[in-house]
């Protein structure tokens, strides 16, 4: 019989960076329009796939690149969870438009506060604390 790690539910791991990903990543609601934005994903995808099977070999990063961030936005969609600091090649302008959904989330309950401080991060947890809170 193994014995259960304390943080292991929240992450998988024998620390938990279940706090140190709530600072690096945002969940966000649900929006109006979000399956359009899902469906055209797709077409996207599916289009971007069979141009590049058609058109000369010169094309083929535009038409990947399209199929990547189709990708990518999908699978943001689907987990609800992006991160703050973008993603590879990714365009700014969708992240921007998904934290306008983004959840609330109190970075100084406990439990955060305890597994920061097992991490050496409550430095950096201060200092997004305060830019917050003076910021707006």
């Keep these: 019989m193994s014995r259960e790690y304390k943080y292991q539910n929240e992450t998988g791991t024998k620390i938990g960076k279940w706090y140190l990903n709530r600072l690096d990543y ?8 979000e399956w359009k934005i899902k469906a055209k994903c797709l077409v996207c995808l599916g ?38 600091r973008g993603y590879f090649l ?16 109190d970075v100084t309950d406990f439990d955060s506060l305890a597994t920061a401080e097992k991490s050496g991060q409550e430095t950096q947890i201060a200092k997004r604390t305060l830019t917050r809170k003076y910021k707006g």
Excluded at 26 to 33: D, Q, S
Excluded at 55 to 63: E, H, Q, S, T
Aim: charge should be positive.
């Design 26 to 33: 945002f969940e966000f609601y649900g929006f109006p329009g």
């Design 47 to 84: 289009l971007s796939i069979w141009l590049i099977k058609l058109l000369p070999i010169l094309l083929a990063p535009i038409f990947l690149w399209a199929a990547y961030v189709s990708v990518r936005t999908l699978v943001i969609l689907i987990e609800k969870k992006c991160r703050y």
């Design 90 to 105: 990714f365009p700014k302008k969708i992240i921007d438009f998904l934290r306008e959904y983004r959840k609330d989330v």
